[in-house]
């Protein structure tokens, strides 16, 4: 609980890093503001570049988290509880800044209430108006039903120590939480629900992501594949991005007793599953436009694999889908260290992969015209770093008021084993506890 | 189809729309399956007819054009710039770089080479409206496809979704004439631009409504360009009427990109300006057309533009 009520020097400089990026971002977008998206690279031929390239990369690094735990929770899988905090965390962060991304790329940003006022059902563009926040909503729900033992537990024992601020922040998200039997069946029941209805909502909200590149005519996103594709890159993005950050909460918040090798490992083999099956989905989606090179298809594949984009499609597949699947799943290579090398491959890889399905399809000729041109501008690249540090912003700013490891998620555990300890013993578990701790 | 309607015209109609009518009379049940028939449009016309109240919910007329290829040259036999491109510029003020019509030069078999004006499809089952996540690409009643620059909220999804790269869009504010803001905005005539909408080619709804050719066909020396109305299949160049079903069907026109279900209104009759003596093997490309600004476009005091002579011109008559 250190974290929570001692600041370091370290985080302040951190924070002020990451404040000064933002602030960057925030007078680049001013300027957009003022004189239009004509201060981006953007064009009439290429006319999404990296903010929706950011949009869909910010949406899958959101969609494992809260999935992920979901997943784990009605598996009953016993080493997700150390995980599960940071997790929901990491989707709430990054689908708040996946969805301020096409709020960015508007030419009127201020008509957005036009949205709500003339929405209309049919635009693929209005699904994902609709599913993301929702998504972003249950995701708040589900972290925040978890967060409700933890702060009665900071309430109780933080109380004499903290600012009033702290203190009536613990109360209210407490909620006179008092570890009661019936609290405790009523959050476990609430908490599988949740857990129930994320899934359904995270696959929706990638599904929902892609078509808005699959309900259109363009080569390389006319493809009923889209949907899962980026369903399952999504994961592998998000699991990969939970990697990474289990390793920097590790080391900042010496957590090595907690998260250990066996939680990386584990990690790491569903890493490698949904980077296989993405191997897979990108193996069937290039080989049937590959093989039959339908005229407009076939011009594209030329430009992707050995045209203008070569070096990006390459790189992306090479470091980004084949090496960290191999890393991750050798044995000999599944050391903490290389893991984490890994899956930052991954998401280096994916945001290229992200960037690879948004602009060379906008750049294929639909008419005997040229090829489009995007190469992104200082604003962009500007708003691209401040929406990366907002990320970290989000999720730094969480750790210092919640702790990052459920604490009662672990305390369960423990009783769980405890418990079972004695059964095996020829002792009885206490009555209350085992049924609710079977459901959990 | 009821092509008494067809009398109904507006009486400011020139010589030539009095002859539209007439003869829609007897053209009007002439359409073959080759053009499709009007009514089906019909309902997706009254679905958006809330946003043009003044419109009447069964409509006159059904525009569509076509472009003759034979006679198109890029008026590079005229040694000029492309006159449809600079009157359509001239008419609509059209921000400069992002012409609503183009001359694209195709490579045809054999290394030879044609040239295509590119305007908006007005596609029946248009890509572009259906992606519009607020509705501010629409069809008018009488087939164009409109956008509504006082709803636009740049997303340009629509843009995405035209598979015919046909949208343009105004990523800073562009420039607008003497007098713009007088002017009276219309999706049909959409001046001012605006800043961070789309633009495109509006099939000239503000022309074709008052029975007038759109710019682009006006200011053809080559007389290339059709106006056509679906519902009495009539279709005129400003020079010679056609029945229109019969125009397409006996010269092997074309639609762009049929297979994508698009359903087109602009029909393409192959050719590379033979008409006017290109050969095939001509390798003189289009010159740049000028902007409006160049050609020193203005506005009237009644908010509509003064055309400077050069660019309405026809040719021989």
């Known amino acids: 609980m250190a974290p929570l009520t001692r600041t370091s020097r370290a985080w302040m400089v951190w924070m002020g890093i990451l404040l000064i990026l933002i602030m960057a971002g925030t007078v680049a977008y001013a300027t957009q503001l003022k004189d239009g998206l004509a201060v981006t690279g953007l064009n009439d031929t290429v006319t999404w570049g990296v903010y929706i390239s950011n949009f869909v990369f910010f949406s899958g690094l959101g969609m494992a988290g809260t999935f992920i735990s979901g997943i784990l929770r009605l598996t009953g899988a016993e080493w997700r509880r150390p995980l599960t905090r940071f997790a929901e965390l990491s989707t709430v962060a990054a689908l708040t800044i996946c969805a301020i991304m096409p709020a960015i790329d508007m030419g009127r940003p201020d008509r957005v209430l036009h949205l709500i006022m003339y929405g209309r059902l049919e635009s693929p563009l209005m699904w994902d108006i609709m599913v993301i926040p929702t998504y972003l909503t249950a995701s708040i729900i589900y972290l925040f039903l978890f967060l409700i033992p933890d702060s009665g537990i900071l309430r109780d024992k933080l109380g004499g120590q903290v600012s009033g601020f702290r203190r009536k922040l613990y109360t209210a998200v407490g909620m006179r939480w008092q570890a009661l039997p019936e609290q405790r069946r009523r959050i476990e029941r609430a908490g599988t629900i949740m857990a129930a209805l994320i899934i359904p909502i995270g696959i929706a909200t990638h599904s929902v992501v892609s078509w808005i590149f699959g309900m259109t005519y363009r080569s390389g996103w006319d493809s009923t594949i889209f949907a899962p594709y980026f369903a399952v890159g999504a994961l592998y993005s998000g699991t990969a991005i939970l990697i990474t950050l289990m390793y920097v909460f590790r080391r900042v918040y010496r957590l090595e007793d907690f998260l250990t090798e066996r939680h990386f490992k584990l990690l790491a083999t569903l890493m490698v599953v949904f980077g296989v099956a993405y191997l897979y989905f990108t193996f069937a989606e290039f080989l049937t436009m590959s093989y039959k090179m339908e005229a407009s298809d076939g011009a594209l594949i030329n430009q992707l694999f050995f045209g203008r984009y070569a070096a990006m499609v390459w790189l992306g597949f090479i470091g980004g889908q084949i090496v960290p699947v191999v890393l991750a799943a050798l044995p000999w290579t599944r050391k903490i260290r290389i893991l984490v090398f890994a899956s930052v491959l991954v998401n280096v890889g994916m945001w290229l992969k992200r960037l690879v399905i948004v602009v060379p399809s906008m750049s294929a000729p639909l008419l005997p015209y040229e090829w489009g041109a995007y190469m992104p501008s200082g604003v962009e690249i500007l708003i691209t770093v401040a929406s990366f540090a907002g990320f970290a912003f989000i999720m730094t700013v969480f750790a210092k008021f919640f702790p990052i490891i459920s604490i009662d998620e672990m305390e369960e555990g423990w009783e769980l084993e405890e418990a079972r300890a004695h059964s095996v013993s020829g002792a009885h578990a206490p009555a209350a506890l085992k049924p609710q701790v079977e459901r959990a | ?317």
């Open chain 2, 1 to 317: 189809m009821d092509s008494a309607r067809e009398k109904t015209t507006h009486p400011s109609g020139v010589s030539r729309r009095r002859v539209l009518g007439g003869l829609g009379i007897a053209a009007a049940i002439g359409a073959t399956g080759a053009v499709p028939v009007a009514a089906s449009l019909l309902p997706s016309a009254t679905k958006t007819a809330n946003a043009q109240e003044s419109e009447p919910a069964q409509p006159t007329h059904q525009w569509a054009m076509a472009i003759d290829l034979r006679k198109c040259d890029g008026c590079t036999t005229i040694d000029q710039a492309p006159k449809c491109v600079e009157g359509c510029n001239a008419e609509h003020f059209v921000p400069p770089g992002q012409e609503w019509i183009e001359i694209l030069q195709v490579d045809d078999p054999g290394g030879y080479t044609s040239f295509m004006p590119r305007i908006c499809n007005a596609c029946e089952n248009a890509p572009c409206t259906k992606v519009c996540p607020v509705g501010a690409t629409y069809h008018d009643p009488e087939g164009s496809v409109l956008i509504n620059h006082d709803k636009c909220i740049g997303c340009r999804m629509c843009m995405a979704a035209c598979p015919y790269g046909v949208r343009r869009f105004n990523w800073g504010q562009p420039p607008n004439p003497e007098g713009a803001s007088l002017a009276n905005y219309t999706p049909e005539y959409p001046v001012p631009h605006r800043k961070g909408t789309v633009e495109k080619c509006m099939t000239c709804a503000h022309r074709t409504k008052e029975g007038k050719l759109p710019a682009c066909a006006t200011a053809c020396p080559m007389f290339a360009i059709y106006l056509a109305d679906l519902n009495s299949d009539v279709g005129t160049n400003g020079k010679e009427i056609v029945k229109f079903s019969r125009f397409i069907g006996t010269n092997a026109a074309y639609r762009l990109k049929e297979e994508l279900g698009t359903r087109p209104r602009v029909w393409y009759i192959p050719g590379h300006g033979q008409d006017y003596g290109r050969t095939v093997d001509s390798t003189v490309a289009a010159k740049t057309p000028r902007n409006w600004q160049e050609l020193g476009a203005t506005l009237d005091s009644n908010g509509m533009p003064v055309r400077p002579s050069s660019s309405t011109q026809g040719a021989s008559n």
